[in-house]
């Protein structure tokens, strides 16, 4: 069945450092996928988003990678900072019938250090 | 710009009563989703609206409904409330009409159930 699932569930890092997390699905049709960070008392935020016809996609400080072969997904964040504290999730668009639904995964508490 | 809103923020009913929850989208955007968060199970996918139609929903009970209203705003109420339905209620909202597109998320309503 559908299902979007973390490694990792909590991530600790010192202030500055890079951040990498990973995320792994299992819906070989999923044609789009997001991260979201949420904070505490609040909804999840946008970070970032690739089809599936790519495998590298950045923003700001961030960058995803997609590999379908593997069905694995991962968010890096460069120069950590405190302010990057939350909980991520790495989410999925599996097409056809479940078009419009997001599968979460279950969140990954990344924590950075000053 | 204003993003989606919610209300009330904060709800608490006893159990078999109903409940009513409102979503505001951000201004352009047509389709509104419903999520539920609850303690442990992350986030899952409840409705999906469009231009006024129900256009997906997920894995919950018929007591699950809402509706879409002409301005894009949107209900979800809850009937014959359980202890279990407990939860963060989320909506997101995103353009509609249009493939892939990242949905923008409120910061919820916190329904309590006595």
């Known amino acids: 069945g559908e299902s979007v699932g973390l490694h990792l569930p909590t991530l600790s890092v010192q202030e500055g450092d890079n951040s990498i997390i990973n995320c792994a699905y299992s819906?070989?049709?999923?044609?789009?996928f997001i991260w979201y960070k949420q904070e505490s008392g609040k909804g999840p935020q946008f970070i970032i988003d690739i089809r599936s016809n790519m495998d590298k996609r950045q923003g700001q400080r961030v960058t995803v990678l997609l590999n379908k072969t593997v069905k694995h997904l991962s968010l890096q964040i460069a120069a950590t900072q405190p302010g990057d504290s939350a909980v991520y999730f790495c989410?999925?668009?599996?097409?056809?019938?479940?078009?419009?639904?997001?599968?979460f995964g279950q969140g990954t508490i990344l924590t950075v250090h000053p | 710009e204003a993003g989606v809103t919610q209300s009330p923020t904060h709800l608490i009913k006893t159990r078999g009563q109903q409940a009513t929850l409102r979503c505001s989208p951000i201004s352009g955007h047509t389709s509104v989703y419903w999520y539920q968060q609850a303690l442990g199970l992350g986030l899952q996918f409840l409705l999906w609206y469009d231009e006024g139609e129900e256009r997906n929903r997920g894995n919950f009970p018929p007591r699950f409904s809402g509706r879409q209203f002409p301005n894009y705003s949107s209900e979800l109420n809850v009937n014959a409330l359980e202890l279990e339905d407990s939860a963060l209620y989320l909506c997101?909202?995103?353009?509609?009409?249009?493939?892939?597109?990242?949905?923008?998320f409120g910061d919820g309503t916190r329904l309590s159930i006595l």
């Open positions: 819906n070989s049709a999923s044609d789009y």
């Open positions: 989410a999925e668009n599996g097409g056809g019938t479940s078009y419009g639904k997001l599968t």
């Open positions: 997101a909202s995103s353009l509609g009409g249009q493939i892939n597109q990242p949905q923008h």
